[in-house]
């Protein structure tokens, strides 16, 4: 099994599953021309998120870590009218391509971006909120889950994304920021009572990665 066999099967889940977007895949294509980093979730996990915030039936949505606004669309996209969803981006061009790529794709006016370091703004939000999705700087994990959690209602959902990466979350003797950060998360997650929580491992056309899922007790 390799990578090849992970991204054919990616592509076939997307053309019989997925479906297409035109909103969705011209943020795509506008971030890659503006030049952002080809690390938004993949449509399979796109199309995830939405199903988790339809289940649960979400009206209000956090987001850390908008990038070029791809998962931002689909979480979106699964927002009742009056919902709202706000995404916490540190970088001002970023934001700006973000900005366009959801006004275009039609839910602009249920989104908001807060431009700064996430924890900042985070930590001036106003909840509940229905679904929280965190995949900023991974140095910061538990600080993010720690601050979405005081935020969230019960029955809510926080989603990691990225605390598998390749396996190397194994290492405990990693002096990567990242790992150390996501390990941290795993070792406050396990120990959080107000929290059901699991994590899955992934593989698609982003490689070997996973996520994890807490749901607000
Ligand atoms: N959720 C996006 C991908 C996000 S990539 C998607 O799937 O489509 C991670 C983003 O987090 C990048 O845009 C990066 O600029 C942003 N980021 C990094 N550190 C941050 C911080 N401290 N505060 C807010 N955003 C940050
Ligand atoms: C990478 C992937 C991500 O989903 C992310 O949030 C950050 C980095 C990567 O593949 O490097
Ligand atoms: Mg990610």
């Known amino acids: 099994m390799s990578r090849e066999t992970w991204t ?20 795509l294509a506008d971030s890659a021309a503006a030049g952002l980093a080809p690390i938004a979730v993949s449509p399979a996990y796109g199309k995830l998120l939405h199903i988790l915030a339809l289940s649960i039936g979400a009206k209000r949505i956090v987001e850390v870590g908008t990038l070029g606004g791809y998962s931002t669309i689909w979480l979106a996209r ?16 970023t934001a700006k391509v973000a900005r366009a ?14 431009v700064g370091p996430a924890l900042q703004s985070l930590q001036k939000l106003e909840g509940p909120f229905d679904l929280a999705f965190i995949d900023a700087n991974k140095n910061q994990n538990p600080e993010y889950f720690t601050e979405c959690l005081a935020r969230m209602r019960s029955g809510g959902l926080i989603i990691v994304d990225n605390v598998v990466r390749d396996g ?34 992934t593989v698609g056309v982003k490689g070997y990665d996973g996520l994890a899922i807490a749901r607000v007790n």
């Not at 054919?8 to 943020?27: M, P, S, W």
């Not at 790529?101 to 807060?114: F, H, L, P, S, T």
């Not at 998360?185 to 059901?196: A, C, N």
């Open 168 to 201: 190397r979350v194994l290492n405990a003797a990693s002096e990567d920021p990242d790992i150390k950060g996501v390990r941290r998360l795993f070792d406050l997650m396990g120990h959080e009572p107000q929290v059901t929580v699991t994590a899955i491992q």
């Open 101 to 114: 790529n959801i006004d275009r794709a039609g839910v602009g006016g249920k989104v908001e971006i807060i």
């Open 78 to 93: 699964a927002l009742p009218a009056g919902g709202k969803l706000t995404t916490l981006e540190i970088d001002p061009p």
């Open 8 to 27: 054919a099967f990616d592509a076939y889940i997307e053309d019989r599953l997925v479906g297409r977007d035109a909103g969705l895949e011209a943020a």
